[in-house]
Every structure is written in C-alpha cells, then in structure tokens.
C-alpha cells in the first residue's frame, strides 16, 4: 500500500452539489492528519486538520477513521471557488518514535462548474 | 513581508551543474522541510529540521542532494551534478508544532528547476 493514497479524479462536478474526497494511509502508528488545497501556480495552503471525533468547518467535513486507516472530506454546496487540488497530508511516525515526517498524496483536483 | 521566503524563483542549469536553493523561514517557526514538486503530483518530501538538527533525510533523492540549516534559521538545499529529472518545483515550508498532533505547514512560492 502507498504510504497515502487518494482518489485519482478528477472530479467535475456542478456548482452546489456534495462531493467527497478519501484518502488511505499506510502508517498505523500515524498521528496528524490534514487536508491542504493548492490552487493552480500555488503553494498548497492548510484548509483544515483532521481530528479523531470528525470536525466540520463551514461547508467542510473531515472524517477520521483509524480503523480502516482512511479519512476523508466532504464539501457541501460547492463553488466555483473550490476548484482546485486537494491534498491529504499523513504524519508517518516512525516506529517507537514521536516525530514524523508529513507526506503528501498525489492530490486530487477538482473542478466546479457553473 | 513574513512569510516563508525562498530564493531563486526560477533556476536554468545545464546538466551537470550544480545548484543550491535558499529557504528563509517565518521566524519564529523552528522546523523547516523541503518538497519536491512535479506536474499533476503532490508535494514528495525530502527531508526536515527540527532547529538545525536534520531530523530526516533518509528521503532524499540520491546522494547528489543534500540540505543544510546551520544556525536553525535559513536552509539551503544543493544539488550536484544535476540531471533532466531533477527538473521540478523545489518547494520549502516552515511550522512551529502546536503539540503533537497539530502542525501547520506554511509555504514558500518554491524555486522553479529546469534543467536543459
């Protein structure tokens, strides 16, 4: 298994509908989770971290499962302006240790259209 | 301007050449990573500091790559001997962990490598 994984999109989807990203980790021992946005051109900028009960931050939902080694993002009533990449971030402990190194998937981009 | 500054922006070598990058964190962040960045891909780590201790560099490409940060402050990434693959965004980041589980990665606009 890759250490994270996304879905390969793209996802082209209308504006106002519901859309879900998932991504799996590898690393049972992992800690933090993210999700990042990068635009086109840009550097990738936090959209929001991952907690283990689940958070929500407007339109956004984040999902932490740790027993299936899977989160996942939910946006509501997209918008034009969601267009762009989103990228799972996974802390990869290394084994009886408590720093990591944050990974990267591959991103996967979506586009909302009018 | 107190963001994560990072100098060239643009980089044009030749193969074989050598290149070094420059990354200046936020400064008060005390851990500053590096990224490797192609088209269509996430950012693929290379390595971290943690002050100016080099907590991972298992990552790194090949021995032609290597990074610095002397004082805990700016760091420097160098590659030697480059080579047509090594062409990509160089991307740098900084964060100061808020506990162990929360850790805020700030970005830098990245060195763009082309290596003709």
């Known amino acids: 298994r890759k250490e994270v994984e996304q879905d390969p999109g793209p996802f082209n989807v209308p504006e106002g509908a519901t859309v879900a990203f998932n991504c799996t980790y590898s690393n049972s021992a992992s800690q933090s989770f993210f999700w990042y946005r990068q635009d086109c051109r840009k550097e990738p900028k936090l959209l929001m971290s991952v907690y283990s009960s689940g958070n929500e931050d407007g339109r956004f939902t984040a999902q932490l499962n740790r027993a299936s080694q899977y989160i996942s993002l939910l946006i509501r009533d997209s918008k034009l302006s969601d267009s762009a990449t989103y990228l799972c971030?996974?802390?990869?402990?290394?084994?009886?240790?408590?720093?990591?190194?944050?990974?990267f998937g591959k991103g996967t981009k979506l586009s909302v259209k009018p | 301007d107190t963001g994560v500054s990072q100098n060239p922006r643009h980089k044009i070598t030749k193969r074989g050449q050598n290149v070094t990058f420059r990354c200046d964190p936020i400064?008060?962040?005390?851990?500053l990573y590096w990224y490797r960045q192609t088209l269509g891909q996430g950012p693929e780590f290379l390595t971290y500091?943690?002050?100016?201790?080099?907590?991972?560099k298992s990552r790194l490409l090949s021995d032609r790559f290597s990074a610095e940060r002397p004082k805990g402050s700016f760091s420097t990434l160098e590659i030697q001997r480059t080579e047509q693959g090594d062409s990509a965004m160089y991307l740098c980041?900084?964060?100061?962990?808020?506990?162990?589980?929360?850790?805020?990665?700030?970005f830098g606009s990245g060195t763009q490598l082309s290596v003709l």
């Open positions: 980041a900084s964060s100061t962990p808020m506990g162990a589980t929360n850790e805020k990665l700030f």
């Open positions: 500091f943690q002050n100016e201790a080099q907590l991972e």
């Open positions: 400064s008060e962040h005390n851990r």
């Open positions: 971030v996974v802390n990869m402990l290394k084994h009886g240790g408590s720093q990591g190194n944050l990974i």
